[in-house]
Structure formats: C-alpha cells, structure tokens
C-alpha cells in the first residue's frame, strides 16, 4: 500500500516554475518499489533530473528484479546511479551535461511475499522505518560518509548509502524531501524520528496541505499489506 503526496512550495510557485520533486512507484513480478527525488536548486535541469532519477530507479529494478537483493551495497549503489546517468544521457544527449540534471534520490524496493526490503539513500531527506518495536531512522546507523552527494555527482555510489530490512505486516517506510521535513518538525517537538510513530497517513497529507513553505515537499510511505504476509504463508 502506497501513501503519497507532492506540493510546490512558495518559490517555484511564485515564479511560476513547476516543482522540483519527484514520487513516483511501481508495483512489478512480485516487488514494490518507491522513489522519492529532490531535484537540486542548484542545477540548471534539477526538476528534470529528479524526474528522470526517479523513473530510472524503477526501470532499474524492473531489469534487475530479486538480483537487487543479492548484490553488495557497492554494487546496488553503482549500477543504480550508473542506471541513471544513463537515461539522462539518454534524454538529454551525449553531449549534454549530466551535472546540470542533478538531484538527491531515496528508493525502496520490496518483496511481497516475504517483506524483504532495500533501502538506497543518495544525499540528503529524510528516511523512517516503522516496526513492531519502534520507529528508527536506518541511516543513523550508517557508518558511511554523508556528504552531500547528488545522482550525477562523480564516484556518487561511494557515498550511496543501503540499508537491508524485514517488513512485517502493517510495517512501513516513510521517505520525504527536505521540504516536507521542514513541516515535520513544525509539528513535532521532539525529533521527527521517534515523533512520527503515532503520525498516521492522513495526518501527514493534513500537514503539507496547510503548509506554508518555500521549498517543495513530498512524501511517500510504503506500508506492507496484512495480506501479503497470509499469501506467504498459503504459498
């Protein structure tokens, strides 16, 4: 089950400019994948390279099927961003340049018949996991460098960063941009880790609904179904 909302904020709003996010999903042979990408201010075609990130995550694992599981966090980080780089060569030209279509990328991939999920954060936004026991932020455990890498930044897969986790029925993941973090923290005042526990869907569509901010927001949560989890056990 997939929650997920996008709002232009103030800036590209009042410059008549379209948002710079992009959500997108897919549901293929057994997975479900979720993307969330914040196209970079910075770059001249961030909007655009969030857009094209974010489909050729899903077209990445559309090839790549269960072998994402498989491969060593190195590797998943590196064919992903080489995936990308290489359909916006393919939309932009050979001779274009990549770096203008930068963009952060956060993408979930998992298996419906046994909640078997991966995490891939490249730059910044936010990521939660929600279990049984708690709600915890995967990446705070990573020992990997967080620098401020962007999809089309050189050697960007080193900084790539992977979590692998188990979801249950009723568990979930919640990625957001930037944006929509800034609303989060306006309605939580411990950190937005633990506070978010109690934050059901609706409320989080409430939030950037009457939201007031510059940056644009988005959010996706990817909540596994009760169901699949009896479908694994008839099969």
Not at 112 to 139: A, L
Not at 163 to 190: A, F, N, P
Request: charged share 30%.
């Amino acid at each position: 089950m997939i929650f997920c909302k996008t709002k232009t904020g103030n800036f590209h709003r009042n410059n008549q400019k379209p948002c710079e996010d992009a959500v997108r999903y897919e549901e293929t042979d057994g997975l479900v994948t979720a993307v969330v990408a914040d196209g970079a201010t910075a770059c001249l075609f961030g909007g655009e390279g969030a857009r094209l990130a974010a489909e050729a995550a899903l077209d990445f694992v559309r090839k790549e099927k269960d072998f994402i599981f498989e491969y060593t966090d190195k590797k998943l980080c590196y064919l992903l961003t080489e995936h990308i780089l290489y359909m916006i060569e393919k939309y932009a030209g050979h001779d274009a340049d990549k770096n203008e279509y930068g963009s952060t990328l956060m993408m979930t991939a998992m298996r419906k018949k046994d909640g078997k999920t991966v995490i891939v954060k490249i730059g910044n936004g936010k990521c939660t996991v929600q279990k049984e026991n708690g709600i915890y932020d995967p990446f705070e455990r990573c020992s990997i460098n967080r620098l401020s890498y962007l999809t089309t930044t050189k050697h960007s897969y080193l900084a790539g960063m992977v979590w692998h986790e188990q979801l249950k029925g009723g568990e979930y993941i919640l990625m957001c941009t930037d944006g929509m973090l800034s609303v989060l923290k306006k309605h939580t005042r411990t950190s937005v880790t633990h506070s978010l526990e109690q934050t059901a869907p609706l409320k989080l569509i409430n939030y950037i609904n009457e939201a007031d901010e510059n940056d644009d927001m988005s959010f996706l949560i990817l909540i596994r179904n009760a169901v699949d989890e009896q479908t694994e056990k008839i099969d």
